[in-house]
C-alpha cells in the first residue's frame, strides 16, 4: 500500500521540485507575454490589419521562438540560480530573493515593456528597442510617461494584473524538494541540470544551436509572415530591447543640405526613362549570390594574374558565360558579409555602420525587387541549401517580397539526405538542380534568387571530385572550381528549356574571399572587387561595362532592362540608362567610402572629409547627399518613393 501511495505521489512530488516549478513559472512567462500580445494586437488592429485563420499559426510558431529568446533574456540567471546544485537554495532568505526577482524583473521587462509597446508602437511603428533605454535624457520624460499611463488607464490595470498573477503563479508557499537529497548524487544530479539548462538557454537566446544557425533578429520575424505590420506582432520584448542594445539603429548623422537642395545632390528615387537601351520586358529574373567569388578567381576578368602560371582561373565556365553576355569588369561589393550583399543586390539598399538587415528600422516600409516584381505578375522565390531560416537570408528575403523559400529541407524531402555537405547545407551542384527542377514548374515570369553555399570555409568539396578537380593556389580554389562545374552542369541540363531561354540570369558574388591570391586583393579596393555578369541565353544581352559598378547597381539595372514604367527607390543606378547619376561604389570600413574613377572619397564616422582626393573632391557634395538620405530614410523607417 505503501509504494502504491508513492507512485500515485510521484506526479506531486515531480512539480514540487526545483525543476519542475522552474518549468511551470516559465510556463507562465508565456502566458504573460502572450496576454501581451493579445493586447498589443487588439490596441493596434487598424495598424497591423486583419489576421485569417491560415496565417495564425505561423504567427505563433514564430511567437514562440521570439518569446523564449524574451523569456531566456529576462530570466536566464533566475533559470540558473533555481538549478544551482547548493543547498543554500532551500534557506529562507535564498527563496525570498528569487521570488522578488522574478516578480519584479518580469513585471517590468516582461509585462510593462510589451504593454508600452501598445501604445508606442502606433506613434512609431516599431518595437520598443535600445534606442528607447535613452528615452529618460528628456527633461519632461516623467510627465510624458504620466500622462500615457492616465490616458490609458486600462493597460496598467492590465499590467498591475499581470504582476499580481506572475506573484501568485509563483507559488511562494510550496515547498520546494529535491528527489536527490543529499550526497553526491545531489550534486551530480544537480550539476547535470543546470548545465543541461545552460545550454537550453544559449539555444534560446540564439534561435537554435545549428552550425548554420546565426543568433535570430528583429528581421527573422518576417520568415513567419511577409507584412512587416504583422512581423512587429512576432516580436516581443525584452528580446528587441537586448538584442538591440550596442547595435545600433542609431541615426545620428549631419544634416549637410536642406530638405530643398537634397534631392538635387542626390535622390534614392528612380522615374523610368522614356526609352530604355535593350527592352527584355517579360522575361524571368534568376539571381544567382555566389559565395566568395572573387574577381581574382577568374582568368577573363584578372587576365594579368594567371600570365606566367600554369592554371588559367577556376571559373572557366563562368567566363564563357562572361564572353557572351553583359560583364561588369570593375564591379565592387558594397561590404564585407554576405547578410549585407542581400539588400544591396536584392534592395538596393547599402549597409554602412550596422548591416541594414540587423537594423530594427530594416522592418520600415520598403518596395524591393521581390516586391515590386510581385507587383508586376511575377511568381518570386528564394533558394538556399542551408536549413530554413539559417543565417539571416530567408528573413531578409521574406521582408523584400519574397512569396517562398526553399532550403535544405525542401531539398531533403525530395532527394533524401545524402547531399548534406556536413557543415553547411545542400552541396551546391545537386541543389542547383534541384533548383532548376523548381524553376520547370514555377509559373512565368518568375523571378528566383539562389544563395551558393559550397566555395566556403572549411573549403571541401565532393569526395568523388577531390582528385579530379585543381588544387589551386589558395585553400578556396577547388571549391571554386567545384562550383563552376557545378553551373555548367546546371546550363547543360535545363539549357533547351523553353523557360531557361527566356531567362534573364544575374550572376554576382556576395563579396571577395578570405583567401586571398593576388597582392592586389589584399588592401582596398581591391578587396571590394567581385565577379558580376548578366547572362541571356538568346544573346540578346551582350558587352562590357568598364566603369566602376557596385551591388546597388543590379536592381535599378534589372528594372531598365524589363521596362520597368513604375517610379521605384534605390541607392544604385541602371548603368545602362542613368549616365548622371554618379559612378562609384560605396561602403564602410570604420569610415564611409566611395570609390570613383578620380579616386577614393572618405568621410570619418561623424560625416568629415578625411585627406584629399582632387579629382574625386567633385563628388564628394553627392556622397554627403547619399549618406544623409540613407540615415533619413533609416530614421523614417521608409524604403519607398513616397514618405
Known sequence: MKQSARRENLPGRLIRTPLGMLVWRIIVLYAVLMICRAVFYLYNAALIGPLSPGEIGQLLAGALKFDTSSVVYADGVFILLSLLPLHVRERRWYRGVMFGYYVAVNSLLV?????????????????????????????NSLQLVGKFMAENWYLVLVWAALTVLLAWAYRRRVHEESLLRRGWPYYAGGAILLAAAAGLSIAGMRGGMTRMTRPITLSNATLYTSESSKANLILSNPFCMLRTAGSSSSVKFPRYFSDEELPM??????????????????????????????????????????ADLPQKGFTPFLDSLMREGLTFRRMYANGTRSIQAMPSVLGSIPSFRTPFVLMPQSLGQSRQLPAL???????TAFFCGS???????????????????????????????????????????????????????????????????????PFVVPEKYAATLPDGYTKIHKGVAYDDQAFRRFYERFGEEEWFRRTIFVFVADHVSSEKFADKTRSYPGNMHILAFIHTPDGALRGQIDEITQQLDLMPTLLGLIGNREPYFAFGRDVLNEPRRPQWSVSYDGEFRALTDGGTLLLDDAGSPIGESPKADSLRPNFQALLQQYYSHIENKNYTVHD
Open 111 to 139: 509585462a510593462a515593456t510589451n504593454l508600452a509597446d501598445t501604445v508606442y508602437f502606433r506613434y512609431t511603428q516599431k518595437r520598443f528597442t535600445a534606442d528607447e533605454i535613452f528615452f529618460a535624457d528628456n527633461d
Open 265 to 306: 545632390r542626390f535622390t534614392p528615387v528612380h522615374q523610368p526613362a522614356d526609352s530604355t537601351a535593350l527592352n527584355l520586358a517579360g522575361r524571368n529574373i534568376v539571381v544567382f549570390i555566389l559565395e566568395s567569388m572573387s574577381a581574382e578567381h577568374s582568368a577573363w576578368l584578372c587576365p594579368e594574374i594567371y
Open 373 to 379: 516584381l510581385a507587383g508586376q505578375g511575377y511568381s
Open 387 to 457: 536549413e530554413h531560416g539559417s543565417m539571416g537570408f530567408g528573413a531578409y528575403a521574406r521582408s523584400a517580397g519574397v512569396e517562398r523559400l526553399v532550403s535544405r529541407e525542401d531539398y531533403e524531402a525530395c532527394h533524401g539526405t545524402d547531399d548534406f555537405d556536413g557543415y553547411w547545407g545542400i552541396w551546391d551542384e545537386p541543389f542547383l538542380q534541384f533548383f532548376g527542377e523548381e524553376l520547370s514548374t514555377m509559373p512565368e515570369p518568375f523571378f528566383a534568387s539562389l544563395f551558393t553555399l559550397s566555395s566556403h570555409h
